[in-house]
């Protein structure tokens, strides 16, 4: 049996490269002003429905004065990017290096390569006015509930989270309110608060864009000990 030993020099230039990824990614986002991280499923093609509402819902956000920061990659990655070039707005991707390697899109005005995962998380986070989440997989489901979890904990300031496509998360949303609330009580009811499942694009954008000027100016109703960011 062979035993696996740390190494404390790997660990330290470990470091440093860690260090290296948020100063990189300060530096070059501090400024891009109000931004709107889009996340959802690499694998969307170009003829897909939510393909094309992400090109229109970042074309719009652009509109309203918001950037576009997505993981850089293809399908809604391309598609909101995409939008938001097309639009003449900030179009931000933040890459990722993985065993299978990521393409980068051809639609990012401002490109940024990320080796650790929670790094760039902290990017989509520290910068963004609001998340809104198209249909997709494992990783588009971590960004979410990981958004959820930050927002409960009361560890990231409140900001709107969005799920568009009703078809594809009514599911998930109906199990959350019966077995994950009704049944186990592994969430108070205000939970369910933090986020809000819609199709419309321009209700999407009202909800950041009002969330953006204060609640004092807002149109909608806020959960409980929500607060701007």
Do not use: C
Not at 100 to 128: C, G, H, T, W
Not at 133 to 150: K, N, R
Request: no cysteine.
């Amino acid at each position: 049996m062979i035993e696996m030993v740390d190494n404390p020099v790997q660990d330290l230039w470990r470091i440093f490269r860690v260090m290296a990824e948020f100063t990189e990614g300060f530096e070059e986002l501090a400024s891009v002003g109000p931004a709107v991280s889009i996340f959802g499923s690499a694998r969307s093609k170009p003829d897909d429905h939510y393909y094309k509402l992400a090109e229109q819902t970042a074309s719009e956000l652009v509109h309203a004065g918001f950037a576009i920061i997505t993981g850089g990659g293809g399908g809604i990655m391309e598609a909101a990017n995409k939008g938001a070039a097309d639009a003449g707005g900030r179009s931000i991707g933040l890459n990722i290096e993985l065993p299978m390697e990521q393409i980068p899109n051809d639609y990012q005005n401002i490109s940024l390569n990320f080796r650790y995962f929670f790094v760039r998380k902290v990017m989509f986070l520290k910068y963004a006015h609001g998340f809104i989440v198209f249909p997709g997989g494992y990783g588009t489901m971590d960004e979410f509930f990981e958004s959820l979890v930050l927002i409960q904990t009361l560890k990231q300031a409140t900001f709107p989270v969005i799920l568009m496509g009703n078809d594809y998360w009514a599911g998930l949303v109906d199990w959350l309110k019966t077995k994950m609330l009704g049944e186990h009580g592994y969430i108070n009811p205000e939970d369910l608060n933090v986020f809000t499942m819609i199709d419309d694009v321009q209700t999407a954008v009202k909800i950041i864009k009002d969330f953006k000027e204060g609640p004092s100016r807002r149109g909608i109703d806020l959960p409980s000990g929500m607060k701007k960011m």
